[in-house]
T-cell receptor, first 117, second 116 residues
Framework: DTGVSQDPRHKITKRGQNVTFRCDPI?????LYWYRQTLGQGPEFLTY????????KSRLLSDRFSAERPKGSFSTLEIQRTEQGDSAMYLC???????????????FGPGTRLTVL | AQSVAQPEDQVNVAEGNPLTVKCTYS??????LFWYVQYPNRGLQFLLK??????LVKGSYGFEAEFNKSQTSFHLKKPSALVSDSALYFC??????????????FGSGTRLSIRP
């Protein structure tokens, strides 16, 4: 399967602990996105990368959240000192962006469901 | 600011009947519009997109959507619903252009329920 993969699929943690999620995009895609989805809501944008550069961050992304894409391939999203309000599905997506080419849709991974106790 | 509205939380349709899931949007400039579907415990799957050109776009699983610029709408349609179409559907928008903010804004979703 050459789609977007995310690991782990589920994570249960205690409040105050740190967690890290990994996303592997489709290999030829240069853009990678992180979203958060809570029950009954659409995905909310958190941040995105073009290659290894983090180009935009949402105001939703507090100082406890950090994302990296060190080699322009996989990405990690870390949440420090987790809070119960962080419980959500964290989705990763990737796309191919080329100047002058029609916008290409984002392909989503299965998500990581985080539960903070 | 970009926004998307899906006015119906749930749409119920009998199998074999046509279905419509409504979406309106607000964006500066020309929009790129998308529909995604989400099945339980799975990520979002792309259905179709409008970038430019014909107002009626066709997508996966027999779905289509009509872009209406004057009404700022992008309703999802299917001529004959299947029970397997039951899922959560999201409309999404972003501003056109390579240099525009790349984030996509999603609506709150519409749960489609097809009864046999």
């Amino acid at each position: 399967d050459t789609g977007v993969s995310q690991d782990p699929r589920h994570k249960i943690t205690k409040r105050g602990q740190n967690v890290t999620f990994r996303c592997d995009p489709i290999s030829e895609h240069n853009r990678l996105y992180w979203y958060r989805q809570t029950l009954g809501q659409g995905p909310e944008f958190l941040t995105y990368f073009q290659n290894e550069a983090q180009l935009e961050k949402s105001r939703l992304l507090s100082d406890r959240f950090s994302a990296e894409r060190p080699k322009g391939s996989f990405s990690t999203l870390e949440i420090q000192r987790t809070e119960q309000g962080d419980s959500a599905m964290y989705l990763c997506a990737s796309s191919l962006a080329i100047r002058g080419i029609t916008y290409n849709e984002q392909f989503f991974g299965p998500g990581t469901r985080l539960t903070v106790l | 600011a970009q926004s998307v509205a899906q006015p119906e939380d749930q749409v119920n349709v009998a199998e074999g009947n046509p279905l419509t899931v409504k979406c309106t949007y607000s964006v500066s400039g020309n929009p790129y519009l998308f529909w995604y579907v989400q099945y339980p415990n799975r990520g979002l799957q792309f259905l179709l997109k409008y970038i430019t050109g014909d107002n009626l776009v066709k997508g996966s699983y027999g779905f289509e959507a009509e872009f209406n610029k004057s009404q700022t709408s992008f309703h999802l349609k299917k001529p004959s619903a299947l029970v397997s179409d039951s899922a959560l559907y999201f409309c999404a928008v972003r501003a056109a252009g390579y240099s525009s903010a790349s984030k996509i804004i999603f609506g709150s979703g519409t749960r489609l329920s097809i009864r046999p």
